[in-house]
């Protein structure tokens, strides 16, 4: 079946590095998405990375895919206020895209 | 232009009111999908739509009735809506062919049922 997990919460300094992971079980997925959803708003597509690779980075954003693992991670790098949101994880499953359950990002001073 | 714009933003409606939601993309996507999403969930599949044809109902109650008038528009038809509806309804795109291209989300539509 197709599952996506993520841990629910993440607490950083700001300054810092996040990273948040995600396992997920469809070997199949071509891609692998990271969303972030600020509250009351929609998704913002962030990044993906397509299942032949290994690392993408994208200014702030690097997400590293270990296919034999099924694991995927977002690191944030100089982690600031603006960044605290909801980031999802999510597959893209059989005409349809999986979604885990949201990682609640908070930023320390 | 990558925007699905989604109107309205916001809506209330009694339950014995008749509503729509509306979807709309430029960017020559086939595949057009309804999510629903309560608070602090991740949000969960309605429908799919796939060449203007429905592809996937993920088991919705009838009370939630979707249209795809054309390529570019995807509506949803509200009526004797229960309040446990309330919730953020996303609309999202794709080419529609698996591994082509990323799904793009709109920004959702905050239903309240009264």
């Known amino acids: 079946g197709e599952d996506v997990e993520q841990s629910l919460f993440l607490s950083v300094r700001e300054g810092d590095s996040s990273v948040i992971n995600c396992t997920y079980t469809?070997?199949?997925?071509?891609?692998l998405y990271w969303y972030k959803q600020e509250p009351g708003a929609g998704l913002q597509l962030l990044t993906y990375?397509?299942?032949?690779?290994d690392m993408k980075q994208d200014q702030r954003l690097t997400v590293l895919l270990n296919k034999k693992d099924k694991h995927l991670s977002l690191r944030i790098a100089d982690t600031q206020t603006g960044d605290s949101a909801i980031y999802f994880c999510?597959?893209?499953?059989?005409?349809?895209?999986?979604f885990g359950s949201g990682t609640r990002l908070s930023i320390r001073p | 232009d990558t925007e699905v714009t989604q109107t309205p933003k916001h809506l209330v409606m009694g339950m014995t009111n008749k509503k729509s939601l509306k979807c709309e993309q430029h960017?020559?996507?086939?595949?057009m999908y309804w999510y629903k999403q309560k608070a602090k969930k991740p949000p969960e599949l309605m429908f799919v739509?796939?060449?203007?044809?429905?592809?996937i109902n993920e088991s919705v109650p009838s009370r939630f009735s979707p249209e795809c008038p054309n390529s570019s528009l995807l509506n949803l038809h509200l009526h004797a809506l229960q309040p446990e509806d309330s919730a953020l309804y996303l609309c999202?795109?794709?080419?529609?062919?698996?591994?082509?291209?990323?799904?793009?989300f709109g920004q959702g539509t905050r239903l309240t049922v009264v």
């Open positions: 739509y796939s060449y203007e044809k429905l592809s």
């Open positions: 960017m020559g996507h086939r595949a």
């Open positions: 469809d070997s199949s997925s071509t891609y």
């Open positions: 990375i397509f299942s032949n690779m």
């Open positions: 999510a597959e893209e499953g059989a005409s349809k895209i999986i």
């Open positions: 999202a795109s794709s080419q529609g062919r698996r591994g082509d291209t990323e799904a793009f």
